[in-house]
């Protein structure tokens, strides 16, 4: 009788562990400079040039990343690369 409870236990705490996960869109803004290619879930890939010559690749890409925020986007993660910097974000679906 123990080993079925047990079981039944075992088995809601899984089940309500696989229901309370989470669901992101995901996306990938890489920056080459005064470059950012923008990549994410669901639209079409976009290349954006820095216009104001007295911004840095680093400072410029920061900002991008900044109005994401306002769409609830968030950065989990990034990478150095050789050329530049990639930036993995993600937002939670509704």
């Not at 995901?26 to 104001?52: H, P, T």
């Not at 010559?53 to 986007?73: C, D, M, Q």
């Amino acid at each position: 009788m123990k080993l079925k409870n047990l079981l039944i236990a075992l088995m809601m705490v899984i089940g309500s562990t696989l229901m309370a996960q989470e669901k992101y869109e995901q996306g990938v803004v890489e920056q080459f400079g005064r470059l950012l290619m923008v990549s994410m879930e669901g639209k079409e890939d976009q290349n954006i040039k820095a216009d104001d010559k007295n911004v840095t690749g680093r400072t410029f890409a920061l900002n991008y990343l900044a109005s994401l925020r306002n769409e609830g986007w968030e950065v989990w993660n990034s990478a150095p690369m050789p050329s530049g910097t990639i930036f993995f974000i993600r937002r939670k679906l509704k």
